[in-house]
């Protein structure tokens, strides 16, 4: 379950693509971020969503927060809303199982925070990558000193409710340790050196593809 194929020969992206990150469970679009390419490259692949872009959420009972019930039944709904907070720098080696997430604050001009999702290795589509999150994650300061889990009841959720494995819940657990001690070391290409980037002035808003729901 945790795997994602990623031999999809979709071409790679330049930097300045207007692409898609798609979290796809189970066949199903659960959330949709179109994302501007920074780097595509076979050790790393950076993207950005800047603040204002139209995002596609999975919704149930007026939430975007998804319990691990409307999960197993994929009984979420699709809605349209504004990425209306910091922008989003997301790093990921592309066949590991976590990214690694960098806010500012609105004017970016101080760094807010790093932030490692867990998360399948990335497949490549026409639209951009798919993946899928799983629950589990860890909230790291700016100066990579303290750091916190989130979501950890949601993970023991997702293993009672059979959405993991005993195996799998455990290749997650290493997978957030493993990641935590790059992040911490501050080993590349995951350095601290990314709190001083900055998106290109001249980069537009990336829009929703069309067709984004098609699996």
């Known amino acids: 379950m945790v795997t994602i194929d990623n031999s999809s020969e979709v071409p790679g ?3 300045g693509d207007h692409i898609a990150i798609r979290y796809v469970f189970r066949g199903k679009v659960q959330t949709v971020f179109p994302s501007i390419v920074v780097t595509d490259t076979p050790e790393l ?6 603040p204002g872009t139209t995002v596609m959420n999975g919704v149930s009972g007026g939430t975007g927060h998804l319990s691990v019930e409307v999960m197993a039944a994929q009984s979420w709904e699709m809605v349209a809303r504004k990425w209306h907070t910091s922008g989003v720098l997301r790093l990921k080696s592309p066949r590991t199982m976590w990214s690694l997430w960098v806010f500012w604050d609105k004017g970016m001009t101080e760094l807010r925070g790093w932030y490692i999702n867990i998360d399948a290795p990335y497949r490549r589509t026409r639209f951009g990558f798919d ?3 799983m629950f589990l994650d860890i909230v790291v300061e700016p100066d990579r000193k303290a750091w916190r889990y989130k979501d950890e009841d949601e993970f023991a959720n997702a293993i ?15 997978t957030a340790a493993e990641a935590l001690a790059i992040v911490r070391a501050d080993r590349p290409p995951f350095g601290n050196i990314w709190a001083s980037w900055r998106p290109d002035e001249l980069w537009k808003t990336p829009e929703l593809p069309e067709g984004w729901e098609e699996v």
């Open 131 to 133: 993946t899928w999150d």
């Open 13 to 15: 992206f330049q930097p």
């Open 45 to 50: 692949i950076a993207t950005w969503t800047p």
């Open 160 to 174: 009672s409710a059979g959405l993991f494995t005993g195996r799998e819940a455990d290749e997650v657990r290493a």
